[in-house]
């Protein structure tokens, strides 16, 4: 299998790329453009893998290279290298793993596909890559690359609400009656006086970015904030489904989700503070309407993602254990 490991900032995503995203049905979270964007913003120099076995592509693989200290700075380069760390393999934007096969690659196919790519990723980035962290992997992954005895920690869990309703009536009666009402309640006051978007298919990118920013920067979170170009490039894009609120024609709380015909698959979100213009349990709202999307569509499910999981158990979510497999060179 032949393996090639693209720097997005220095050097185009082959074609196929797109291609095999598209055939596999991919959510479009990893749309080439959308992962260059996220890469010239980044404060860690992301890495793209593709493997090829003949003329068709039997994997992709995305991350970052995480060092200490990282380069950043104003005058930082696009994409340099720290000194010496580790290639985290994650979904760049989502809650997944950073890697995907092609849904005929038998299990030997996988692993060799694997194998190609470590051997070519420690190739191009040279000594100061000490191994590749695998992120968010779920247990029937778990085996492809933990192979050798390699260390794996349980990480945070992703959550899954599993569509099990006719309709919203009957989600809210599976309810104790308690949150019930309150949840009723967040629905009726959040469409009063805002405009409300259920699935819309593009948003404002200026708008969209900047209160995704200060959403992070509220968390304390110093990751790099998503630029303006993120939101443009996945205007129109096939499964992409925003839902949100507007205050007249200002974004005051949105989520990103991706649709890719099985499940929505819940990403990026924002939303002001109260004394910016904001108003409260939006965000519970948001949810409310990604479940009445998920009912509607018959999608088997919706993913929550990472983070206070005893808040969206509440409203019906499973947890689904990950995994972080380390593969020291």
């Known amino acids: 299998m032949r393996v090639e490991i693209i720097d997005p900032t220095a050097q185009p995503v082959p074609a196929d790329w797109e291609l095999f995203r598209k055939q596999e049905g991919l959510i479009a979270a990893w749309h080439a453009d959308a992962l260059t964007a ?12 593709i493997v090829r076995d003949g003329g068709q592509v ?10 200490l200290p990282p380069r950043t700075g104003r005058y930082a380069e696009p994409g340099a290298l720290p000194p010496a760390g580790w290639f985290n393999c994650r ?24 194998a190609a790519f470590e051997k070519a990723l420690r190739r191009r980035l040279g000594r100061r890559c000490l191994g590749i962290v695998y992120r968010q992997v779920t247990d029937d992954m778990v085996p492809v690359v933990a192979r050798r005895n390699r260390p794996r920690i349980r990480t945070a869990p992703n959550t899954l609400l599993r569509n099990r309703w006719p309709g919203m009536e009957a989600y809210f009666a599976d309810l104790p009656r308690d949150r019930r009402r309150r949840l009723r309640r967040v629905r009726e006051e959040a ?49 992409v489904r925003y839902f949100g609120h507007l205050d007249e024609d200002r974004l005051i709380s949105f989520d990103l989700a ?47 993602g990472k983070g206070m999981a005893e808040l969206k158990q509440r409203f019906g979510c499973d947890l689904i254990p990950q995994t972080a497999v ?4």
């Open 191 to 239: 469409a009063e006086g805002t405009r409300v978007l259920a699935g819309a298919g593009e948003i404002d990118p200026v708008q969209a970015a900047a209160l995704a920013e200060a959403t992070l920067r509220k968390h304390g979170s110093s990751d790099a904030p998503l630029p303006a170009r993120y939101f443009h490039v996945l205007g129109g894009e096939e499964g």
């Open 258 to 304: 991706f649709d890719d015909g099985r499940r929505l698959v819940t990403t990026v979100t924002g939303s002001l503070e109260i004394r910016d213009g904001g108003r409260r349990n939006l965000y519970f709202d948001l949810y409310l309407r990604e479940i009445d999307y998920m009912i509607e569509h018959g999608r088997e499910g919706c993913e929550f």
């Open 58 to 67: 039997a994997a992709v693989f995305s991350g970052e290279v995480v060092g």
């Open 326 to 329: 380390l593969a020291a060179w």
């Open 91 to 114: 979904m760049l934007i989502g809650f997944t793993s950073g890697f995907v096969f092609a849904a005929e690659l038998q299990e030997r196919a996988r692993a060799v596909a694997l």
């Open 38 to 49: 996220v890469a010239w913003c980044s404060t860690r120099p992301i890495r793209l893998g």
